[in-house]
């Protein structure tokens, strides 16, 4: 199983991605404030041992938004695919395109990027692709957002290839508005914030209220015939 975990704050981003030899891997995690403590203030980081039980590859990195600081396991930079992560930049850059032509999205259009983010739904994703130029909207995504290890698939949303270190600059990119422009960003968040039904899996699970509720993701997961293995990808805001 491959799987990768997107998490965005107002301080932090942190990416994980693992496949299924057994090992000991050091991941960072935000310690929770005492009661009572300002919540205004910068949660204190701390690092600690995790144990993965299951076979095969890990990499994770995590991103200081207020100093703009990335750290991450020696790996962080090694790409994997995206499956559905993807969506979210497809339905920001979308709207972001629409804007900048001074053209307003049909309420059709935004009910299928709901759906896109919702519920992940394949064929919205498809047209979305299509509509925001294909291969053409990745390369934007590569450029907008800074990446360096990322990779776009001739004509497959699907098979767009990112890094842990990558992870967290889209992340990033996404939350203070390059991606989706001013107008739509506060829109998009809120969607991704909606996300149900199957695509609703990770760590927002294990969150407390009124935590969960507030995280924005998108999922993404595909049984790959190349390998045999389950591909999972879980991106955070």
Same mark, same amino acid.
Not at 46 to 70: A, C, H, K, M, Y
Not at 110 to 120: E, F, H, N, V, Y
Not at 183 to 200: A, N
């Given at each position: 199983? @491959? =799987? +990768?975990?997107? *998490?965005?704050?107002? !301080?932090?981003?942190?990416?994980?991605?693992?496949?299924?030899?057994?090992q $000991?891997v050091?991941?960072a995690?935000?310690k929770?404030?005492?009661?009572g403590?300002?919540?205004?203030?910068?949660?204190?980081l701390?690092?600690?041992?995790?144990?993965?039980?299951?076979?095969?590859?890990?990499?994770?990195?995590?991103?200081?938004?207020?100093?703009?600081?990335?750290?991450?396991?020696?790996?962080?930079?090694?790409?994997?695919?995206?499956?559905?992560?993807?969506?979210?930049? @497809? =339905? +920001?850059?979308? *709207?972001?395109?629409? !804007?900048?032509k001074?053209?307003?999205?049909?309420?059709?259009?935004?009910? $299928?990027?709901?759906?896109?983010?919702?519920?992940?739904?394949?064929?919205?994703?498809?047209?979305?692709?299509?509509?925001?130029?294909?291969?053409d909207?990745?390369?934007r995504?590569?450029?907008?957002?800074?990446?360096?290890?990322?990779?776009?698939?001739?004509?497959?949303?699907?098979n767009t290839?990112?890094?842990?270190r990558?992870?967290?600059?889209?992340?990033s990119c996404?939350?203070?508005?390059? =991606? +989706?422009?001013?107008?739509?960003?506060?829109?998009?968040?809120?969607?991704?914030?909606g996300?149900?039904?199957?695509?609703?899996?990770?760590?927002?699970?294990?969150?407390?209220?009124?935590?969960?509720?507030?995280?924005?993701?998108?999922?993404?997961?595909?049984?790959?015939?190349?390998?045999?293995?389950?591909?999972?990808?879980?991106?955070?805001?």
């Amino acid at each position: 199983m @491959l =799987a +990768a975990v997107l *998490l965005i704050t107002a !301080a932090t981003a942190l990416a994980i991605y693992y496949v299924t030899p057994k090992q $000991q891997v050091t991941v960072a995690a935000v310690k929770r404030p005492s009661p009572g403590a300002d919540r205004g203030r910068a949660h204190a980081l701390r690092v600690g041992t995790v144990d993965v039980p299951v076979e095969g590859f890990l990499s994770w990195s995590l991103l200081d938004r207020q100093n703009g600081r990335i750290t991450g396991s020696p790996n962080m930079a090694e790409p994997s695919d995206t499956m559905s992560m993807v969506k979210a930049w @497809l =339905a +920001a850059d979308y *709207l972001r395109v629409s !804007a900048e032509k001074g053209e307003e999205p049909s309420g059709f259009r935004l009910g $299928q990027l709901t759906i896109m983010i919702r519920d992940s739904d394949n064929a919205a994703a498809i047209a979305v692709y299509e509509l925001a130029g294909g291969h053409d909207s990745i390369l934007r995504m590569i450029e907008i957002c800074g990446l360096t290890d990322s990779q776009a698939h001739p004509n497959n949303w699907s098979n767009t290839v990112i890094s842990a270190r990558d992870t967290v600059r889209l992340a990033s990119c996404i939350a203070d508005g390059r =991606a +989706a422009g001013d107008r739509w960003t506060p829109w998009l968040l809120s969607e991704m914030r909606g996300v149900r039904g199957t695509g609703d899996f990770g760590v927002r699970r294990a969150l407390p209220e009124p935590e969960a509720s507030e995280v924005a993701i998108k999922n993404g997961w595909l049984l790959r015939d190349e390998d045999g293995l389950w591909h999972m990808a879980c991106a955070w805001r």
